[in-house]
């Protein structure tokens, strides 16, 4: 789901409104690669009126007659490629190997040979240096990448470029970042004093080039992007940070990673660690909700005109938006990918899980986001070890959903950060606490939230950066949506704690059994052994609980319906009344023993709290195909297994005998109060995520969960040593992206 769409219509105005208010306050570059700077492509075929346009790793060619056959001649002189042009007259062959002494040939013509890039050619200064011509000092523009693609891009300066220089931020995706007539996210920087530059990707928007979901082109065209808008005069210093949710978010990672020199902070938010794992197929059940929903979305408004605003540009007179329509008939169909990748590759998943290179960002980091994410999944703070080579990581984490993030609590520090790491100022929130209801009412349907506090007035820039830096890493906040000084579902916490690092240092793997009757026995096996069963039929299950539509799911009055298990078609254990208050932060793991009538069965595990009241709190799921239960051994503990999901470690379970399977819960934090009860659910997926849905091999089955000491199921959790800063517990249905209902003993009698 789009932000930009979102606010563009309830906030544009009130935001002018606002800013109006504040008006008075004061190695050699590879052969053939780059195009000059402010021109197209002129590799020209000897014969025809065709283009050939050389990139990295990718060769196209536009301006052929429709149906064409086009061949891809290699150095050695054998057909690598061959295909027709499209109705466009384009073509674009991709995965190509970077040497000299290529060349393109139809029946009529064949070009001069030429060479193809790799990732790790660097164009010449140059490239960036020249673009003010395209790039304009405020306003709509383009920005040339080293293949001759042009990006569109929208400058929205803080003020006239010529009382600059201003701190810079880019925001780069696949939406609409460049749309000159949705400026929403530009003026949330703007009224702290940053200039905007939001870049669409190539292949949307207004942009040139093919879409492919973060191919490595994509990645090196952001190096390129941020190295072009950091050369203009109108920047601070000639650097730039990033920022962005979501989608912005995810891809400040993948542009971070290729190092540009003149990036200096990035700020990811509501991102994913891995595609695979934590969104797309998570436990290897393909999400069909918003996974696949999403990718259709990128497929559609990826195509010609796909986005209504680019078209509006082309029929006002913008040729080169016109232009550059011209590959997207060359889109990979990635729904058709995604069923066509069931199972992980390292070729294709490593290429697309941050958590894989994560370790090659070298700038500051500010990251945030929530357990719930009703999108990305929440699946994230995995990936936060292997950022071992930025200076600083600053981690908030929260309960909640996909724009938590942007909640106030979190947006406190994300500005200070954004201030002192690009602004290279003292911070100051009072126009960050004028935007706080304009964002409140747009998004979370509430205005009242607490100030954001000026906690570094009076000191130098040096001592504010040197405090800041002091400060913890991690910043956990608790029960948001609870705390009883606000409309229940704000995003305000009930308390904060702060740790070192992730995963928490004093966190102790506690376990809990399943025992006889539906209990969950504090000790390593059961007291009471035995078997328990039920039927994985998913069609008894409500895929989800939120039958909403749009982003109301992000209000703070927005009403589930989560509904208990079926009779018969899970299975509930419940741990005694809790003596003292249990605090959990980090992954788990739940551990079973079960046997299927079935070769195969999809396994969903959810944790939740049975209040002293009766009702029950949703915590945490985790996600399982039975048949990818092999763990990557290396890579796996006691609190968290990871499955390899390739297809050569899949096996079906044997009919009739019990094999063990670890589910990996989704990491949390929650405070279990004294006198609650820890509950684990065991069933076939849905009913526990508020827009994902599952394409389940689960159709009726029969699944028995063994208990004993030779088949000890049990649950894991990460027990940390924090007190709880709000003894009251919060109201049935306040915690944010955690539905409430009256708790009902399933079957089993758990």
Not at 395 to 412: K, Q
């Amino acid at each position: 789901m789009n932000l930009h769409r979102s606010l563009a219509i309830s906030s544009v105005v009130v935001l002018g409104l606002v800013a109006a208010a504040c008006s008075d306050d004061d190695d050699a570059s590879p052969a053939t690669t780059a195009a000059p700077a402010t021109t197209e492509p002129t590799t020209t075929l000897p014969i025809g009126d065709f283009m050939v346009q050389p990139g990295t790793n990718q060769v196209a060619a536009t301006g052929l007659d429709p149906g064409t056959e086009v061949r891809l001649i290699a150095p050695d002189g054998t057909v690598a490629y061959s295909a027709p042009a499209d109705e466009q007259g384009a073509i674009l062959f991709r995965e190509v190997k970077n040497v000299a002494g290529w060349t393109l040939t139809t029946d009529e013509a064949t070009s001069e040979p030429f060479a193809v890039a790799g990732p790790d050619d660097v164009p010449p200064a140059e490239l960036y240096t020249e673009q003010q011509t395209l790039l304009p000092a405020g306003g709509f523009g383009y920005i040339v990448t080293r293949d001759g693609t042009t990006l569109s891009a929208n400058v929205v300066l803080p003020g006239p470029a010529d009382e600059g220089p201003y701190p810079t931020v880019v925001e780069y995706s696949g939406y609409s970042p460049s749309n000159p007539g949705d400026t929403t996210f530009a003026q949330l920087y703007n009224l702290q004093g940053f200039a905007y530059v939001g870049v669409n990707m190539r292949g949307t928007g207004c942009s040139g080039g093919s879409y492919r979901f973060f191919e490595t082109v994509q990645s090196l065209d952001g190096y390129d992007v941020i190295e072009a808008v950091a050369a203009q005069p109108w920047v601070l210093d000639n650097e730039v940070g990033m920022v962005g949710i979501s989608y912005p978010g995810i891809s400040q990672l993948f542009v971070a990673a290729t190092q540009p020199p003149s990036l200096n902070s990035i700020t990811p938010l509501s991102v994913i660690d891995d595609s695979y794992r934590s969104t797309l197929y998570p436990g290897g059940i393909l999400n069909t909700g918003f996974a696949v929903e999403w990718t259709q979305q990128r497929v559609d408004e990826a195509a010609p005109y796909g986005q209504e605003w680019a078209e509006e540009m082309a029929d006002d007179g913008d040729g080169r938006c016109a232009d550059n329509q011209v590959l997207r008939l060359q889109n990979p169909d990635l729904v058709a990918e995604i069923d066509d990748n069931p199972f992980y590759t390292t070729t294709l998943g490593d290429a697309l899980a941050p958590v894989t290179f994560v370790d090659r960002i070298e700038v500051p980091v500010f990251i945030a986001g929530a357990w719930q994410d009703e999108q990305t999944g929440g699946h994230f703070p995995a990936m936060l070890p292997e950022f071992t080579n930025a200076p600083h990581v600053y981690v908030t984490l929260a309960n909640g959903l996909h724009t938590e993030a942007l909640s106030p609590p979190i947006a406190e520090r994300y500005f200070e950060f954004l201030q002192l790491y690009v602004g290279k100022r003292v911070p100051e929130l009072a126009a960050a606490n004028l935007i706080a209801p304009v964002l409140g009412g747009a998004i979370w349907g509430v205005v009242k939230f607490a100030p954001l506090d000026d906690r570094f007035a009076g000191m130098s820039y040096d001592e504010a950066l040197a405090a800041f830096e002091g400060e913890a890493q991690v910043r956990v906040l608790f029960e948001q949506g609870g705390n009883a000084a606000f409309t229940p579902g704000t995003p305000e916490p009930n308390f904060v704690a702060e740790f070192t690092s992730w995963p928490v240092p004093e966190a102790e793997a506690q376990v809990w059994s399943l025992d006889g009757d539906g209990a969950l026995t504090a000790a390593d096996t059961a007291s009471t052994p035995g078997e328990a069963s039920y039927v994985a039929d998913p069609a008894a299950i409500s895929q989800t609980f939120y039958e909403g539509s749009g982003n109301d799911v992000w209000q703070a009055d927005v009403e589930y319906e989560w509904q208990p298990l079926p009779d018969g078609k899970g299975l509930g254990f419940v741990t005694a009344p809790l003596a003292d208050d249990t605090v959990v932060v980090g992954p788990g793991s739940v551990d079973l023993w079960i046997s299927s009538s079935a070769t195969d069965t999809d396994l969903e595990v959810t944790i939740t709290e049975v209040r002293a009241d009766g009702t029950e709190i949703y915590v945490q799921s985790g996600w399982l195909r039975a048949s990818q239960r092999a763990l990557d051994e290396a890579a796996s503990s006691e609190l968290r297994p990871v499955h390899t999901h390739l297809e050569a470690d899949a096996a079906e379970l044997p009919v009739g005998e019990f094999v063990p399977v670890r589910v990996e819960l989704f990491p949390f934090a929650h405070p279990f109060r004294a006198g609650s009860r820890i509950r684990l659910t065991i069933d076939a997926p849905g009913g526990n995520r508020a827009v994902w849905q599952f394409r389940t091999i689960s159709a009726g089955e029969t699944v028995t969960v063994a208990f004993d000491a030779d088949r000890p199921s049990r649950v894991v959790l990460s027990v940390v040593p924090v007190n709880v800063g709000a003894p009251a517990p919060p109201a049935c249905g306040a915690l944010r992206g955690q539905p409430c209902r009256d708790y009902v003993e399933a079957t089993n009698g758990g």
